[in-house]
C-alpha cells in the first residue's frame, strides 16, 4: 500500500510540475507572438542583399 500511495503522490508531483510548464511555454509562447505582431519574413531579394 505504501509504495501505490508513493506512486499516486509521485504522479501528482509530475502532474503538477507539467501544469505549471505547460502555462509558462503558453506565456512565452504569448510573449513572443506579441513582439512579432506586424512584423513579416524578409522576401528573397531582401535576404539575398543581407547575404
Known amino acids: 500500500?505504501?509504495?501505490q500511495t508513493e506512486g499516486e503522490e509521485s504522479a501528482g508531483a509530475?502532474?503538477?510540475d507539467?501544469?505549471?510548464?505547460?502555462?509558462e511555454?503558453?506565456?512565452e509562447y504569448d510573449s513572443t507572438a506579441a513582439a512579432l505582431e506586424g512584423k513579416?519574413?524578409?522576401n528573397a531579394e531582401e535576404t539575398a542583399?543581407?547575404?
Not at 507539467?18 to 502555462?23: D, G, I, L, N, V
Request: hydrophobic letters at 25%.
Open 14 to 16: 509530475t502532474d503538477g
Open 1 to 3: 500500500m505504501r509504495l
Open 49 to 51: 542583399r543581407l547575404e
Open 25 to 27: 511555454k503558453d506565456r
Open 40 to 42: 513579416r519574413e524578409l
Open 18 to 23: 507539467y501544469q505549471r510548464e505547460s502555462a
